[in-house]
């Protein structure tokens, strides 16, 4: 890793980058438009757009796509467009979420995009501190931050400046996901440079739960990628009625979605990439391991009862055939040797669970400053 003094198209010729002394505006005012997918989430679309609208150091065009939604949207959007910098698109029928998505995306004439879901927020001068990375790292095709995730009434929000950018080639960050199996990224914290996306358009519709975690990745084969350090640059909203909890949850089904992200990627744009074979691979074997280590936490917590164990095994198996040489593998059948009541009580299983709550505590961390994750075979991705 290297330290450096900000300067302009500094890009990573590989590994990671640190820029230090880095604006927090740009030299200009650029335009950026946020892509609002709506569906009847009105209790949170006027928040939502005021956050957007509030934007400093930037000209910025805001696009709701109303995916006929049966609450007090309509009501909530006429109101909104009283301002000039907003624009409305109703579905009539509904289409679905990714849908809306792509049709808001193909309205956007604009340098920079972002796409914000309705129960979100921007964080005060997010856009600013973004543009001011794209515009001074141009082959840089997106750039994220740090969310802050939150239910209930909103935290208070401060306007800070950056403290550092990390550059990665594009492939590096690719690489990384592959390692690890997860994603990085909640969404509220992206912008991405319209140049970019449109070659990675449009999102895909069969990957429902994991079309954001594709995207970044499609991104990332085609270009660099960069995290601004410091404040927090969205704001991610958790209640019960969200899509993660509702539709896209469940350990098993976000292990498929997952495997499925990666296979499209590296079936298209990301299979270009020079080592992809290698890449794929080591996606398909970390992909199994989260699964078999799924298993041995059902075995910690005394709940194989409750755990899907053989689907977990039989999908390792389907990821990566060669899955009874890893390490998770041999970790699952000391577990199955004693059994499930007594794997809960060995001194050996409780050592390792503790060892791994404070693996995952230390990520957890890292992921929180620099935007990288470590095993955190917990985290579950994609839209709500």
């Given at each position: 890793?290297?330290?450096?003094?900000?300067?302009?198209?500094?890009?990573?010729?590989?590994?990671?980058?640190?820029?230090?002394?880095?604006?927090?505006?740009?030299?200009?005012?650029?335009?950026?438009?946020?892509?609002?997918?709506?569906?009847?989430?009105?209790?949170?679309?006027?928040?939502?757009?005021?956050?957007?609208?509030?934007?400093?150091?930037?000209?910025?065009?805001?696009?709701?796509?109303?995916?006929?939604?049966?609450?007090?949207?309509?009501?909530?959007?006429?109101?909104?467009?009283?301002?000039?910098?907003?624009?409305?698109?109703?579905?009539?029928?509904?289409?679905?979420?990714?849908?809306?998505?792509?049709?808001?995306?193909?309205?956007?004439?604009?340098?920079?995009?972002?796409?914000?879901?309705?129960?979100?927020?921007?964080?005060?001068?997010?856009?600013?501190?973004?543009?001011?990375?794209?515009?001074?790292?141009?082959?840089?095709?997106?750039?994220?931050?740090?969310?802050?995730?939150?239910?209930?009434?909103?935290?208070?929000?401060?306007?800070?400046?950056?403290?550092?950018?990390?550059?990665?080639?594009?492939?590096?960050?690719?690489?990384?996901?592959?390692?690890?199996?997860?994603?990085?990224?909640?969404?509220?914290?992206?912008?991405?440079?319209?140049?970019?996306?449109?070659?990675?358009?449009?999102?895909?519709?069969?990957?429902?739960?994991?079309?954001?975690?594709?995207?970044?990745?499609?991104?990332?084969?085609?270009?660099?990628?960069?995290?601004?350090?410091?404040?927090?640059?969205?704001?991610?909203?958790?209640?019960?009625?969200?899509?993660?909890?509702?539709?896209?949850?469940?350990?098993?089904?976000?292990?498929?979605?997952?495997?499925?992200?990666?296979?499209?990627?590296?079936?298209?744009?990301?299979?270009?990439?020079?080592?992809?074979?290698?890449?794929?691979?080591?996606?398909?074997?970390?992909?199994?391991?989260?699964?078999?280590?799924?298993?041995?936490?059902?075995?910690?917590?005394?709940?194989?009862?409750?755990?899907?164990?053989?689907?977990?095994?039989?999908?390792?198996?389907?990821?990566?055939?060669?899955?009874?040489?890893?390490?998770?593998?041999r970790a699952l059948h000391r577990r199955r040797a004693v059994g499930s009541q007594r794997a809960a009580r060995?001194?050996?299983?409780?050592?390792?669970?503790?060892?791994?709550?404070?693996?995952?505590?230390?990520?957890?961390?890292?992921?929180?400053?620099?935007?990288?994750?470590?095993?955190?075979?917990?985290?579950?991705?994609?839209?709500?």
């Open positions: 890793m290297r330290l450096l003094a900000a300067s302009r198209s500094a890009a990573p010729r590989g590994g990671k980058q640190v820029l230090l002394g880095v604006p927090s505006a740009p030299s200009r005012r650029p335009a950026v438009s946020v892509v609002v997918p709506a569906y009847n989430y009105a209790r949170y679309l006027t928040e939502c757009a005021q956050s957007v609208l509030s934007q400093r150091d930037v000209d910025v065009t805001l696009i709701i796509v109303d995916d006929c939604s049966t609450d007090e949207t309509p009501r909530v959007t006429a109101a909104l467009m009283t301002d000039p910098r907003v624009t409305v698109l109703r579905n009539e029928p509904n289409r679905g979420h990714i849908p809306s998505v792509n049709r808001g995306f193909a309205q956007v004439d604009t340098e920079f995009v972002v796409k914000l879901d309705a129960d979100d927020l921007l964080a005060p001068g997010a856009l600013a501190r973004a543009t001011a990375l794209l515009e001074a790292q141009p082959t840089v095709g997106f750039v994220y931050g740090r969310p802050r995730h939150f239910s209930g009434a909103t935290p208070r929000q401060i306007d800070a400046p950056a403290l550092s950018w990390t550059l990665w080639s594009g492939s590096d960050w690719l690489a990384r996901l592959c390692r690890t199996g997860v994603n990085a990224i909640s969404q509220p914290e992206v912008v991405m440079r319209t140049a970019s996306l449109r070659e990675a358009l449009p999102i895909r519709t069969d990957l429902p739960h994991t079309s954001d975690m594709h995207l970044w990745m499609q991104l990332a084969s085609i270009g660099d990628v960069a995290r601004i350090n410091g404040p927090a640059q969205g704001y991610y909203r958790e209640h019960d009625a969200s899509m993660q909890r509702t539709v896209n949850s469940g350990t098993a089904f976000d292990l498929k979605a997952r495997r499925d992200a990666f296979d499209a990627v590296f079936a298209g744009v990301g299979g270009t990439l020079p080592r992809a074979g290698d890449l794929r691979d080591l996606a398909s074997r970390t992909i199994a391991g989260n699964a078999l280590d799924r298993a041995c936490r059902a075995y910690d917590r005394g709940r194989t009862d409750e755990a899907p164990i053989d689907e977990y095994v039989t999908f390792a198996l389907e990821a990566w055939p060669d899955a009874r040489h890893l390490p998770e593998w060995d001194p050996r299983f409780v050592a390792a669970a503790l060892v791994r709550r404070a693996i995952e505590e230390t990520s957890r961390v890292r992921w929180r400053h620099t935007g990288e994750v470590g095993p955190q075979r917990w985290q579950q991705v994609g839209p709500r």
